[in-house]
């Protein structure tokens, strides 16, 4: 019998061989790896994938599509058709719409930039006050550096956009009495001007010993120990606080109006329609005014006559009726003393006051007169 020979046997790598082919293999797949990444993207001729490589497959990058110029004739496939005059003026004009779109919002913003650039120069910058220019100080009793410290304005430390006007003008009003209205307007570059009108004592209201001069309005304008001769003095029982510069009845900004402000309001706005009653009429000399009680109103006429109005109804007509009474005086009576009822208008009475031998001071009332045909 022949010898059966043997099947060769294979041969057995040792770890360590094993080890080092597989560090081999992997630095060969990594070296692999990037020499494909940094070779260029082309698409390749055939539509068959490249054979994976390693133990990994490495899948091609898709190249991307090239970008053809507009009219280049396209080769294989299917061709685009070149363009039409019709439609190379349609997309030239589009193409200046957009040109002129993006010019207008560049301009628009940039005038957008300069305004806000010049809007913060000149609230920080530019525009400071230097000067203040005052119109007619002489009217109102008050100097050029009276007004302007009273203004309270900084010079070269106010800008003339962020001067509150109104509250300028009214630290005029308020800490000079009389100035009854003041107007300040910007005069750029750098200056205000300020444009006062002077306002005059109406009334002088009895404060125990002393006198508080009032104008037309109800504002206080000064404390005077007598009774000046050229206004009537007012006589009222309404108690409030005199600061002058202030008007009667109006709280100060930021507070509320209690009774008392309402009531010295209320009293202010009856001696307002007294004044405008006595200016329809024309009666002047009127010396003494009395309002504590308001039905039983009351005015003195040259410290001789007595003017019994009653309330407050009809004040023009009641009063207008008196002046035609008093204009009927001749030069001999014009001294004489009395009074004039008008609270039963249109009838009107008379009564004279005169001293009898006995030294006694006696009253006569005279016929009543009615001016209802001398109204219509």
């Keep these: 019998m022949k010898e059966q020979r043997r099947a060769p046997q294979k041969r057995k790598i040792p770890l360590k061989q094993r080890i080092a082919i ?5 630095v060969e797949e990594r070296e692999n790896s990037k020499r494909q990444k940094a070779q260029p993207k082309t698409q390749p001729q055939s539509g068959r994938r490249p054979a994976p490589t390693g133990r990994t497959q490495q899948r091609a ?9 507009q009219n280049a004739p396209q080769t294989g496939g299917s ?24 010019q ?6 940039a005038v957008i930039l300069s305004l806000f650039v010049f809007l913060i120069l000149s609230r920080t910058v530019l525009f400071k006050i230097r000067d203040i220019e005052v119109t007619n100080p002489a009217d109102a009793n008050y100097t050029k550096d009276q007004i302007v410290t009273a203004s ?32 300040v307007q910007r005069d750029f ?6 444009t006062v009108t002077p306002t005059k004592a109406s009334a002088a209201i009895a404060l125990g010993t002393s006198y508080l001069l009032i104008d037309a309005d109800g504002k206080m304008l000064e404390n005077t120990s007598t009774a000046p001769d050229s206004v009537p003095v007012l006589r009222c029982k ?10 009667i009845g109006v709280p100060a900004s930021g507070k509320k109006a209690d009774e008392k402000m309402k009531a010295a309001a209320s009293m202010i706005e009856l001696y307002k329609k007294i004044y405008a009653a006595l200016e329809e009429a024309q009666i002047d000399d009127i010396t003494f005014i009395d309002i504590r009680d308001v039905r039983a109103i009351t005015l003195m006429y040259q410290n001789r006559l007595t003017l019994h109005l009653g309330d407050e109804e009809k004040l023009e007509q009641k009063l207008k009726s008196a002046a035609k009474t008093i ?24 009564h004279d006051t005169y001293t009898r031998e006995d030294g006694e001071t006696v009253t006569g009332v005279s016929e009543p007169e009615s001016t209802t045909e001398e109204e219509s």
Excluded: H, M
């Excluded at 990058?61 to 110029?69: A, N, S, V």
């Excluded at 003008?169 to 009495?177: D, R, V």
């Excluded at 204009?327 to 008379?350: F, M, Q």
């Design 22 to 26: 597989a560090i081999v293999q992997t």
């Design 61 to 69: 990058p898709q190249q991307r599509p090239q970008t053809r110029p």
């Design 79 to 102: 061709r685009r058709a070149p363009l039409t005059p019709e439609q190379r003026r349609r997309r030239a004009q589009q193409v200046r719409r957009v040109r002129r779109r993006r």
């Design 104 to 109: 207008a919002i560049r301009i628009a913003a």
């Design 152 to 183: 309270g304005v900084t010079f070269g430390a106010q800008n003339l956009f962020t001067c509150d006007l109104k509250k300028t003008a009214k630290n005029i009003e308020q800490y000079l009495p009389y100035i009854g209205k003041a107007q």
């Design 189 to 194: 570059p750098k200056t205000l001007r300020v």
């Design 238 to 247: 309404t108690e409030f606080e005199p600061t002058l510069g202030q008007y």
């Design 327 to 350: 204009a009927v005086e001749s030069d001999a009576s014009k001294a004489r003393t009395g009074a004039i009822d008008l609270t039963t208008i249109p009838w009107i009475y008379s």
